[in-house]
T-cell receptor, first 116, second 114 residues
Framework: GAVVSQHPSRVICKSGTSVKIECRSL??????MFWYRQFPKQSLMLMAT?????????EQGVEKDKFLINHASLTLSTLTVTSAHPEDSSFYIC????????????FGEGSRLTVL | AQSVSQHNHHVILSEAASLELGCNYS??????LFWYVQYPGQHLQLLLK????DPLVKGIKGFEAEFIKSKFSFNLRKPSVQWSDTAEYFC????WGGGNKLTFGTGTQLKVEL
């Protein structure tokens, strides 16, 4: 069964509003989680690394003020897309390490964001 | 910067046909290599992985992949595909010292016809 759960799976919002996506690790603790973004017919692009109890680490080109990440507990990381615009419409996927430093990840189901 | 190339974006096969999906990466150092699969409506899941040792690795559902260091390749193979193998397949690479960061290829959409 799934070990990483993401919610909501689909969300539609109006331009200018904020949307929060939750990512939970089930039955295990994750001090680190990763947020990816996937455009149609393109690869998964790492947006940021979420660190429990500290600031997230953002990849180059990702606006940290637009994509707010909070990792307040060992089982929950949230991604908030602030003041969303149509160009933020995408598929957002979270993941958690299956083991330390191997690169093997458990993935959430993904969240399809559509901004009107 | 590290990159991963998947040469086939869309593949259509008949059941029982053999499959080979190409994956090449650009990083010259030690790497961990992965193939992930995403079945329709489901989350990404691990198909197989290579960390070290025998360069021919076997995964779930009859899939295997071969790491050829000299070619920077990690091609995925299956001798006889089934309709249930219809999915999107992603190759991913982790460079040594990169924590758990993965670089993904663009994915290959496989459709298996009855």
């Amino acid at each position: 069964g799934a070990v990483v759960s993401q919610h909501p799976s689909r969300v539609i919002c109006k331009s200018g509003t904020s949307v929060k996506i939750e990512c939970r690790s089930l039955d295990f603790q994750a001090t680190t989680m990763f947020w990816y973004r996937q455009f149609p017919k393109q690869s998964l692009m790492l947006m940021a690394t979420s660190n429990e109890g500290s600031k997230a680490t953002y990849e180059q080109g990702v606006e940290k003020d637009k994509f707010l990440i909070n990792h307040a507990s060992l089982t929950l990381s949230t991604l908030t897309v602030t003041s969303a615009h149509p160009e933020d419409s995408s598929f957002y996927i979270c993941s958690a390490p299956a083991s330390t430093d191997t690169g093997e990840l458990f993935f959430g189901e993904g969240s399809r964001l559509t901004v009107l | 910067a590290q990159s991963v190339s998947q040469h086939n974006h869309h593949v259509i096969l008949s059941e029982a046909a053999s499959l080979e999906l190409g994956c090449n990466y650009s990083y010259g150092g030690t790497v961990n290599l992965f193939w992930y699969v995403q079945y329709p409506g489901q989350h990404l899941q691990l198909l197989l992985k290579y960390f070290s040792g025998d360069p021919l690795v076997k995964g779930i559902k009859g899939f295997e992949a071969e790491f050829i260091k000299s070619k920077f390749s990690f091609n995925l193979r299956k001798p006889s595909v089934q309709w249930s193998d219809t999915a999107e397949y992603f190759c991913a690479v982790k460079s040594w010292g990169g924590g758990n960061k993965l670089t993904f290829g663009t994915g290959t959409q496989l459709k298996v016809e009855l």
